[in-house]
Each structure stands twice: as C-alpha cells, then as structure tokens.
C-alpha cells in the first residue's frame, strides 16, 4: 500500500515562496487566499488525499515551516 502523509505549515513561519508546492510530486499543496500576518500568502493543503509522504516539500523549506507526519 501506498505511503499517507499529512503535511502541516506553519503559517506564520512561511513565507510565500511556493518551492514546497514546485516540489510536491502529487500536487497536494497550492496557495493560501488569506495573507499571514507578515502579509505573504502562505502555500497551504489543497488536496491532502494526495499526499504520499514522501518529505520532498518540508525538504526544500528554507524556512522549516512545514512539518510531514506519516499516516
Ligand atoms: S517552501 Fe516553506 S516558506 Fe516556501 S511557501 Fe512552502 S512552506 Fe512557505
Ligand atoms: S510530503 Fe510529498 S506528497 Fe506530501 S505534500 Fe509534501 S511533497 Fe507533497
């Protein structure tokens, strides 16, 4: 059976620039319409189903503002 994972972003740790959603092999992130305190639109879950935990998007967060638990 497939890896389940569930991706949890920090809103206010990130900062908009969408290299976890370039990352995401399953396209299981998009973009926040609401702007974070800083005022960045933060990357948020658009279709968790998807997610196969693979660690790819916490990988590349230079901000560590995205945290993978294993389902
Ligand atoms: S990579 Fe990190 S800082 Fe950049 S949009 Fe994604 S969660 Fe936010
Ligand atoms: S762990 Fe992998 S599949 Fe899940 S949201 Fe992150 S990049 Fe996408």
Known sequence: MANKGKPVI??????????????????????DDEPNSWGYY?????????????????TVCPDVAITVYKL
């Open 10 to 31: 920090d809103r206010e740790r990130c900062k908009g620039c969408l290299l976890c959603v370039r990352s995401c092999p399953t396209k299981v992130l998009g973009v």
């Open 42 to 58: 933060p990357a948020k879950v658009v279709d968790l189903d998807k997610c196969i935990a693979c660690g790819n998007c916490n």
